[in-house]
């Protein structure tokens, strides 16, 4: 199944990814994007909307709290953006079933995108 996935800003200043839902108008399963500094630069992290209340990603945001819609979503974020929803890594190598790192947000810790 191929999801239109969105970048989008919402009023309330959140950056968050999510799939568009035409027929309804919204953002399902919305993940925020979070940029946190480290040592050798910045770090952008996937986290559930509803984090840190919510481990796992669900729930809707109508498009009427959007402010902005980015033109493209950077195709790695889409990537992890699906493989944080679904829990399974897509690897040019084949699917990684193991459940084990970078695999999902089992722990709410949250994707690196970098």
């Known amino acids: 199944m191929e999801y239109d996935i969105r970048l989008v800003k919402l009023v309330s200043g959140d950056m ?3 799939k568009f839902n035409a027929e309804a108008n919204k953002i399902e399963d ?11 630069g910045t770090q952008m992290v996937l986290l559930p ?16 709290h959007v402010l902005f819609e980015y033109k493209s979503c950077p195709e790695e974020m889409k990537t992890k953006y ?6 399974i890594s897509m690897t040019s190598g084949g699917l990684d079933l193991s459940g084990g790192a ?7 810790g949250g994707l690196n995108l970098v």
């Open 30 to 40: 919305p993940a925020t994007i979070q940029a946190l500094p480290t040592q050798t």
């Open 102 to 108: 970078g695999g999902g947000l089992g722990g709410g």
């Open 16 to 18: 968050v990814v999510g």
């Open 82 to 87: 699906i493989e944080a929803v679904t829990n």
């Open 49 to 64: 909307f509803g984090y840190p209340f919510d481990q796992e990603m669900h729930g809707e945001i109508s498009m009427d």
